[in-house]
C-alpha cells in the first residue's frame, strides 16, 4: 500500500526566508503528484500538479519538483510571507485512489 | 464561476441515525471524490466517481458507508446508523477528468456524532 510521509511535520520561519517542504512516497507507480494548501477550517487549495513525466513545476513564488524513481518531491517557497502560513499538502494519484500525507504546518512570523 | 459546494456545512446527529452528505461539483467536472479528514489526522481517502461510475469502492470504512451520483453531477454520501468514529469533516473535491487534472475541493461537511 502506497505510504505518503511529510517532513518536517511543522515548520516556523521568519518572514522572507526561503524553505523546502518535502514529500516522500513509498510506491513510485504514481501518475501525478498534487501539493495542495489548507487553511484552518476551511477546504483545500490546489498549488501545483506534476505529472509523473514531469520533473518541475512553477507557479508564482512555488516550485514543485518530483523525483519518481526515488520517491520524493520538493516544493520550494521562496520570500515567505506571513500569507503563507497554513497546512500543506502533498498527494499521489496511483490510477484509482489518492494517497496524502499528513501535511507540514507552516508558520511565517512577520 | 461557482466552486465545490457541499451541504449541510455542520450536521450534529444522534449515534445511529442515518446521515446524507451532498456534494455539487463544478459544471462539467467528470470526476468526483469523497475525502474523510478526522481530528489530528490526514486525509483519508473514500470513494471517487467518473461520471455516474465508482469503480473502487474498497475505500469506503464500512458497508455502512454509501455514495452514489446521478446525471454525472450531484453525489451523495449516506452514512447509516452513524458511529461517534465516524465524526470528521467530510470533504468533496471535483476535477476535469480522472486522477490526471487539478482537484478542486469544497468546503466540507463537519459531522459530529453525538
Known amino acids: 500500500k502506497q505510504e505518503v510521509t511529510q517532513i518536517p511535520a511543522a515548520l516556523s520561519v521568519p518572514e522572507g526566508e526561503n524553505l523546502v517542504l518535502n514529500c516522500s512516497f513509498t510506491d513510485s507507480a504514481i501518475y501525478n503528484l498534487q501539493w495542495f494548501r489548507q487553511d484552518p477550517g476551511k477546504g483545500l487549495t490546489s498549488l501545483l500538479l506534476?505529472?509523473?513525466?514531469?520533473r518541475e513545476q512553477t507557479s508564482g513564488r512555488l516550485n514543485a519538483s518530483l523525483d519518481k524513481s526515488s520517491g520524493r518531491s520538493t516544493l520550494y517557497i521562496a520570500a515567505s510571507q506571513p500569507g503563507d502560513s497554513a497546512t500543506y499538502l502533498c498527494a499521489v494519484w496511483s490510477g484509482n485512489q489518492f494517497y496524502f500525507g499528513t501535511g507540514t504546518s507552516l508558520t511565517v512570523i512577520p | 464561476g461557482a466552486g465545490v459546494s457541499q451541504s449541510p456545512s455542520n450536521k450534529v446527529t444522534e449515534k445511529g441515525k442515518d446521515v446524507e452528505l451532498r456534494c455539487d461539483p463544478i459544471s462539467g467536472h467528470t470526476a468526483l471524490y469523497w475525502y474523510r479528514q478526522s481530528l489530528g489526522q490526514g486525509l483519508e481517502f473514500l470513494i471517487y466517481f467518473q461520471g455516474n461510475s465508482a469503480p473502487d469502492k474498497s475505500g469506503l470504512p464500512s458497508d455502512r458507508f454509501s455514495a452514489e451520483r446521478t446525471g454525472g453531477s450531484v453525489s451523495t454520501l449516506t452514512i447509516q446508523r452513524t458511529q461517534q468514529e465516524d465524526s470528521a469533516v467530510y470533504l468533496c473535491?471535483?476535477?476535469?477528468?480522472?486522477?490526471?487534472?487539478?482537484?478542486?475541493f469544497g468546503p466540507g461537511t463537519r459531522l459530529t456524532v453525538t
Open positions: 506534476i505529472q509523473s513525466s514531469q
Open positions: 473535491a471535483s476535477s476535469l477528468g480522472t486522477g490526471s487534472n487539478e482537484q478542486y
